[in-house]
C-alpha cells in the first residue's frame, strides 16, 4: 500500500527550500512529480531559487505554497518594489519565478503578508498582518492568473482615408457566453480584464459589411490588439450604352426587402446601406419610350444581401435614337 509523506516548505532567512516528497512502494520508493506522474528514482536535491534582499523579488518567503497546475504561488514577507513583501508565481516546468504584487503599505496597500494563499477558481485570497485602513493589516484578493485586454478600432475606408465607424456592436463570446460592447465616438473599443483563452471577436452594424468578419484569438496574459474595417453594405455597378455611362433618361429602381430609386452618373449607381435579404435592380426609362423600348442586358438582376457589397452592371448595345424621348428604337 502506498504512502505518501509530508510536502512542504522549509523558510531560512532569505532561502526557500522544497523538501522532496516520496512515496512508499513495495520494494522502495518512488518520487511523486507535481504533476502527478512517479518515477522509480527521485531527483537529487537542487535550489531552484535564490531570494535576494538586494533585488525586487522579495526575500523571507513565509508560509506554504499554493498548487495550482504546475504552479506555485507563495509570498514573501519583506521586499519587492517595496518593503513590504510579495505575492510571487513559480513555474515548476521552466523553473522561472514571476512577481505578481508587491504590498505597497499604507492605509490602502497592506504590508507584510502572513499566513498562506487560498486559490478559489482563479483567484488568490490571503492576509497581511499589518497596513490597512486601521494599520492593523488586510485581507486581500488577486487573479492567480495575469488579466488581458481586447482591443482595436473600427474604420471605413474613403477617398480621404480611414474614418473611425462608431456604435458598432462588438461582440466578445466563447461558446455559451456573449459579452457586447459599442465602439466610442473614435471607433474604438476594449475588453478588459480577461483571463486566459479562446474568445471570437464579431463586429456587427445593421447595412455594413467588415473585414474580417470575426476573428478568434488566444488570450494568454498579454494584452491583445484586434482591428476590423468597415463600410455600407451595398449594390452598385455601371449601366453603359455602346460602352459609354448613362448620365440621363434613366432611373434604377430597387425593390425587395427595401425600395428606392436612384439616377444613374459617371460613377455608376449604389443603392446603401442595405440589410441581409432578397432585392430586384430594374432600369428603367424615365419618359414613355416610343416602341420598341432599348432592354438592357440583362432587362433587371435579382440580388440575395448576405453581408456583403454587390455589383451589377448593366449594359445597352443598340444605335442612339434609342435614348431619344420621341424617336424609335430599332435594335
Known sequence: MRTARLLSMFAVGSLAVILICMIGIPGGLAHAQIDGSVSATAPPFAILHHFDPGSIDGYSPFGSFTLSGATLYGMTTSGGDTVWGTIFKFDTKTKTLTILHSFAGGTNGGASPYGSLTLLGTTLYGMTSAGGAH????????????????????????????????????????????????????????????????????????????????????????????????????????????????????????????????????????????????????????????????????????????????????????????FNKTLGCHQ
Not at 139 to 156: D, H, K, W, Y
Not at 211 to 218: D, E, I, Q
Not at 224 to 243: H, Q
Not at 281 to 294: D, G, N, R
Request: aromatic fraction near 10%; charged fraction near 10%.
Open 135 to 322: 494599520g492593523g493589516g488586510t485581507i486581500f484578493s488577486l487573479p492567480s492568473v495575469p488579466l488581458s485586454m481586447i482591443s482595436g478600432a473600427v474604420t471605413e475606408n474613403t477617398s480621404t482615408g480611414p474614418v473611425p465607424v462608431p456604435g458598432v456592436t462588438v461582440t466578445l463570446s466563447q461558446p455559451h457566453w456573449t459579452l457586447p460592447t459599442t465602439t466610442d465616438t473614435s471607433g474604438n473599443y476594449a475588453f478588459p480584464d480577461l483571463v486566459p483563452g479562446n474568445y471570437t471577436v464579431t463586429p456587427g452594424l445593421t447595412g455594413y459589411a467588415f473585414a474580417p468578419k470575426s476573428t478568434s484569438v488566444r488570450v494568454n496574459g498579454s494584452d491583445l490588439t484586434e482591428s476590423f474595417t468597415g463600410g455600407p453594405v451595398t449594390i452598385s455597378g455601371m449601366v453603359k450604352f455602346n460602352g459609354a455611362p448613362v448620365t440621363t433618361n434613366l432611373m434604377m429602381n430597387l425593390s425587395g426587402k427595401a425600395s428606392g430609386t436612384y439616377t444613374p452618373d459617371a460613377s455608376g449607381y449604389i443603392f446603401s446601406p442595405l440589410v441581409n435579404g432578397t432585392y430586384k435592380v430594374t432600369p428603367t426609362f424615365t419618359f414613355t419610350h416610343p416602341a420598341p423600348a432599348p432592354k438592357a442586358t440583362p432587362p433587371s438582376a435579382t440580388i440575395v444581401i448576405n453581408g456583403k457589397r454587390v455589383k451589377e452592371n448593366f449594359t445597352y448595345k443598340t444605335n442612339a435614337t434609342c
